[in-house]
Every structure is written in structure tokens, then in C-alpha cells.
């Protein structure tokens, strides 16, 4: 496949924002795009940097650059600092052969030719680096040190170790792992630890090797770190309580495989088959994380199992099907929703999404005081419509079985119409739409013949349930719903736009609009303290807060040494009164809209996340990635 342009790269992958970019070019246009990322290599997340490279370039091998890395000092010579500054790119080592660390493989063949006069013969060994380091070098603060005769990539002591999160384990070292990778500390020899590694995780393993004296430095400060205590839980799992050769093993594994999931706090089960083995990864605090993998031949009869206890068909050929089951732990009740997608070669792909029972509270939610004072304004209104919006995991029906919550009393009638019921609600009437018997729209007509007070409608689908929903409001009903939209603003342009709602009939039974996301929350007992970097300062604004508190991750036994405690939900509001249903029927544009309701005192998403940057609550990653993530979608 031809490799896309350098810029386009950056863009699609999120490494770099379209706007940032013009940004830089316009303040300086004579400047190579390698030499603007080492000048703004505060603005780029090195991790997604090296992960998006590491996927679609297999000739680079990322080198670890601390303040020891052996600098050549050919790469010091004056000849070639302009040379490495434009292109990006830096000499690291002599001897055994030349390493040269470059920030896009685009540039290679480049490079390479410009360089064949200093190198001529010699052999040259390709590495990726990140702005960042690149920046470092330039800036002087990585110096000369001593040259490496090891072939293998080896790694000076990291500086940050403390966010490399997994024990050691006796067979391939220290592991540090993210979405699609895993960066392995080990003094053993690559060639003994890469089959084990890839067989126990499934991912692409990256080898940095270190001496011994290292070893037992990086032994040391984990463990300084990570000391297990009765109460630590990985969010790992060491190995499956289950001998494989057994006969109806699958029983014991599904009920060890639920129960670990649901005591480490996962919300999905992910069991994907791959060519010699099948994946097995949770979703814990919403990020994957790998678990051991099991046999590829015992997959059918865990299949099966799993089809059996939710109410699936085993007995159809390979197809998508969808149950549902319960499970008790620890005197609670685990609602679990199956899922099964057939993939290339009739291969089944295994989802179960796990539920407590418990019903959520408002103050759960811990929203703003604005944001809660508007949310019980609407909950005590006789009717109207309340749509919660935001991307698929964003809490949106966690919200909504709060508001229920907090809405039960002997004298409501609570009905809610969803694919599939989420949460058993004991005081509610809950309608389950199963495909080919029930139908949205149908089962409303229905509802709205039991004589309801409050109708939850599981998720907007078409035109028709629209339609009856705005009905149901106009004529004295409370009614929730969601559905997908950039903010709470774009709900007007999805209502009108997808389901040909007229904006001013929508104005009369819309009460209550909400945009809704989720971030991760620092753990309180280990997170460090520091103050706001001034990258951050142009990145995110000057603090409302005053004065600011910044904090990074570090990692402890109580938030399983990843540094989160959990996520928290981030709400955008706009109630409906007269003076915006004025302005929809005076066709304001969506722009005017924001606008005016930021103006009277509705914080966007956007806001509320830099505030909660600067109280120390999230991180400086996750802040930029979360506004990065918004501003694609405008």
C-alpha cells in the first residue's frame, strides 16, 4: 500500500489537529513540518505518536532516548545539525553500525541519501522517535554518553518507570501495555521471551533490553510502587482456574471468567478468536485490558455454553444473536447482555456487557451545581421531553435510570420501552423490543394506551418513534430518551434533520437537552501534584480556577497501579423556555443557539473538562485527547 503524505497521517490518526497545523505554518512558513513538530512537541501525546507509527510501519523499531542515550558525535557536527533539525531525524550510534532515530518513515529513502556521504558503507539500523525527544536532543538536554556494543535495542533506565504498570513476571521481564501494544523491559535475550509474550497476550511486543544492574533498578522502584497487599488486584489476570483437558471444562471457565471480570470492576468481556488462539480482554474503566488467552479448540464448547445461559440458539448455524442472563456475587444481582458477531470464516466473536443491578442515584452522577439544579428543574415538570446525547459508552441510560430513580413513588406509573432492557426496575413496567415481534413505534402506540406518567424510550430510532415521542410530551407525558448528537445543541439538528421533527413543535415538548461524556477520573490517593506546564497553559486557556491544581497519574495498590480511580460524567445542558423557542422559530442557526446559551451561563463539555483539569481531577493527556476528539467531530 502506497503510505499516505506525512501531514495527511498526522491528521487521520489525530496526531496532529488540521487547525494546530495551520497554525504553526502560518507563524512559520519557511520551516520543514519535521522541524514545526519538534518546535510544538509539547502539543503531541508521545504515546499515540509511537502506537499509530508502530501500526503501519513494520521496518522501525522504537528505541527508548533517556538523558544516557549514546549520541554519535557525528550527529553533534555542525555540517548536520541544520540537516537533522529539517528532516527530522538524529544520529544515535556509531558502533556496531549506524542507528539513525527519525520521526516519519516518509522521510527514509531521504535521509538515507543525504547521509551516504558521512556514513558511506556503513551499516544503518532504522528507529522511531517522537517530537518530543527530538526536541530534547536539539535543546541539549540529552548529552553524549558512552557508545553500546549490544545489537539489541537496549534501554537506559526510564525515567518515568513508574507508569509501567504490570509485576514482573519470572518469564519475559516488565510490561508496560497500551491499546495495541506491549514495550518489554527484560535482561533475558529477545529470541527466549518474544514466543511466550505473544502467546500470553495476543498483542504486538516491543523488546528494549537492559543490563542487570538496570534490572534490578526498574525491580525496585516498581515494586516501590506496586507493593501487592491483601487488598490489590490486578487488573490482569495471572492465569484461568481451569485445566483445559478436562471434560466440560467450559462451565468452570465461563463462571471464572464472569467472576474476575466482575471483581475487577470490567463492564465488557471481549472474547475474540485469532488464527492459533482466541483473545480475551475487559473493559475496565473504559480501556481493554488483555487477560490470558484460551485454547482455540475449547472455544466451541465455551461458545455454546455461553449461548445456552443467555437464551441463545445453539443449535443455528454461525449467525449474530443477542441474550441475556443474571448472575449473583457477593449477595448482588449482575445483569449480562450477550452479544455474538459472526466474522470472516464463520468465526464467532463473543461480547457480554456486564450491568449492577443496583439503580443509579443523581448524586452519583456528581454533577455541577448548575447542571443538577437544571436536571431537578425537569424531573419536577407534569410533562415534557428530556434527550440525553453522546457516543455509544457515554453513560447516557445510566443517566436516565437515575432520573427514574429519583422520579419513582406509588403514584407514578414509570414505563420504560427498550433493546434490550439494561436494568431491572422493579416499580417500572419495562417493555422488551425483541426483533420481528415488537417494534419501536408499536410498542409505544401501546404504551401510550396504558395510561403512563413517565415513558423511557431506550434509544430515538426513526421518524415514526420520534414523532410519538414529541406527541407523548405535548399531551402531558414525561418522556426520556437518547440519541446521537455532537452536543446538546446538535439535538435540535438530528430531531429536525434525521427524523423530520419541526423544530418549533419540537421547541414546545423539549424541555431538557443534554450532550453527555465520560472521563477518567486520577485516583486520589496517589496522583502527584505539579504545576501547569505552558504548553498547557496555550493549549487549554488560563485556570478559572484559582488557583489551579494540575496532577498526573501515578499508580498505587488501590487504583490497581493504574493511576484511575474511575470515570465521571461530564454534562452539557440546555433547557427550552420561551426565549429559545423565539429563536427557533426565527430559524437561529445552531451557532447563534450555542452562543446564547453559553452566554447565560451553560458550560459546553469543553469547558467543563479543562476545569476539571486544572482541579486536579484528570490528567493533561486525557484533557487534550478528550478536546481533541470533540473538535474532529466539528
Not at 140 to 146: D, P
Not at 327 to 334: A, D, N, P, Q, S
Request: glycine share 4%; with cysteine; hydrophobic share 40%.
Amino acid at each position: 500500500m502506497k503510505p499516505l503524505p506525512f501531514d495527511s497521517f498526522l491528521i487521520q490518526n489525530a496526531l496532529v489537529l488540521t487547525e494546530s497545523l495551520q497554525k504553526w505554518r502560518r507563524a512559520s512558513p519557511d520551516d520543514s513540518l519535521e522541524s514545526l513538530l519538534i518546535a510544538h512537541a509539547d502539543e503531541i501525546r508521545e504515546d499515540f505518536w509511537i502506537e499509530s507509527f508502530s501500526q503501519s510501519h513494520d521496518l522501525l523499531e522504537p528505541f527508548p532516548v533517556t538523558g544516557t542515550v549514546p549520541l554519535s558525535p557525528l550527529g553533534l557536527s555542525p555540517e548536520l545539525q541544520e540537516l537533522q533539525l529539517r528532516f527530522g531525524f538524529a544520529i544515535l550510534l556509531e558502533k556496531p553500525f549506524f542507528r539513525v532515530a527519525l520521526l516519519s518513515p516518509h522521510q527514509k529513502n531521504t535521509i538515507e541519501t543525504l547521509l551516504l556521504p558521512w556514513i558511506k558503507n556503513a551499516k544503518m539500523h532504522w528507529s522511531l522517535v517522537t517530537p518530543k525527544t527530538l526536541q530534547k536532543i536539539f535543546n541539549g538536554q540529552i548529552s553524549k554518553a558512552l557508545f553500546l556494543s549490544d545489537p539489541h535495542p537496549r534501554s537506559p533506565f526510564p525515567e518515568q518507570f513508574q507508569y509501567w504498570i504490570k509485576p514482573p513476571k519470572k518469564d519475559h521481564g516488565i510490561v508496560y501495555e497500551t491499546a495495541t501494544h506491549l514495550w518489554i523491559l527484560s535482561p533475558l535475550p529477545i529470541a527466549q521471551i518474544q514466543p511466550k509474550v505473544r502467546d500470553l497476550y495476543g498483542k504486538i511486543p516491543h523488546f528494549f533490553t537492559v543490563s542487570d544492574k538496570e534490572w534490578i533498578a526498574a525491580q525496585t522502584l516498581l515494586i516501590a510502587h506496586a507493593t501487592p497487599d491483601s487488598s490489590f488486584q490486578s487488573p490482569s489476570v495471572e492465569s484461568w482456574k481451569v485445566n483445559w483437558s478436562e471434560p466440560r471444562v467450559e462451565r468452570e471457565f465461563l463462571d471464572d471468567l464472569l467472576q474476575l471480570a466482575i471483581e475487577r470492576g470490567a463492564s465488557d468481556i471481549h472474547l475474540e478468536p485469532k488464527r492459533d488462539y482466541v483473545r480475551v480482554r475487559f473493559r475496565i474503566h473504559g480501556e481493554l485490558v488483555v487477560q490470558p488467552p484460551i485454547p482455540l479448540n475449547r472455544y466451541p464448547l465455551v461458545l455454546r455454553r455461553a449461548k445456552v445461559l443467555s437464551g441463545m440458539r445453539p443449535d443455528l448455524a454461525p449467525c449474530n444473536q443477542d441474550g441475556a442472563t443474571d448472575r449473583f456475587l457477593g449477595g448482588k444481582r449482575y445483569d449480562q447482555r450477550y452479544s455474538i458477531l459472526l466474522l470472516k470464516e464463520d468465526q464467532e466473536c463473543l461480547v457480554i456487557r456486564i450491568f449492577g443491578s443496583q439503580l443509579p442515584t443523581l448524586d452519583q452522577l456528581h454533577l455541577g451545581a448548575k447542571e443538577r439544579e437544571t436536571l431537578d428543574w425537569f424531573l419536577h415538570l407534569e410533562s415534557g421531553m428530556l434527550i440525553t446525547s453522546g457516543p455509544t459508552g457515554s453513560g447516557k441510560t445510566t443517566t436516565l435510570y437515575a432520573c427514574l430513580n429519583a422520579l419513582d413513588s406509588p403514584q407514578r406509573r414509570i414505563v420504560t420501552v427498550e433493546h434490550p432492557v439494561e436494568k431491572y426496575f422493579e416499580n417500572a413496567t419495562q417493555v422488551d423490543i425483541r426483533e420481528g415481534k415488537l417494534s419501536f413505534p408499536h410498542a409505544l402506540r401501546t404504551v401510550l394506551r396504558q395510561d403512563p406518567d413517565v415513558i423511557m424510550v431506550g434509544e430515538m430510532r426513526d421518524s415514526e418513534s420520534a414523532e410519538m415521542a414529541v406527541h407523548a410530551a405535548l399531551t402531558g407525558h414525561l418522556v426520556m430518551t437518547t440519541t446521537h448528537a455532537q452536543d446538546c445543541v446538535g439535538v435540535i439538528e438530528r430531531m429536525g434533520g434525521s427524523f423530520k421533527i419541526d423544530r418549533v413543535a419540537l421547541g414546545y415538548s423539549l424541555k431538557l437537552s443534554v450532550a453527555q461524556r465520560l472521563v477518567s477520573v486520577l485516583c486520589p490517593h496517589c496522583k502527584k501534584e505539579r504545576p501547569p506546564l505552558e504548553a498547557e497553559l496555550r493549549r487549554f486557556g488560563l485556570p478559572r480556577i484559582n488557583p489551579p491544581l494540575v496532577c498526573e497519574r501515578v499508580g498505587c495498590n488501590r487504583c490497581h497501579s493504574t493511576g484511575i480511580e474511575g470515570r465521571r460524567v461530564v454534562m452539557e445542558m440546555m433547557p427550552v423556555d420561551e426565549a429559545l423557542i423565539d429563536r427557533l422559530e426565527s430559524q437561529a442557526s445552531l451557532r447563534e443557539i450555542r452562543t446564547w446559551n453559553r452566554n447565560r451561563g451553560f458550560r459546553s463539555i469543553q469547558d467543563q473538562v479543562i476545569d476539571l483539569f486544572y482541579s486536579g481531577v484528570v490528567e493533561s493527556s486525557e484533557t487534550r485527547s478528550f478536546l481533541n476528539n470533540l473538535e474532529i467531530l466539528k
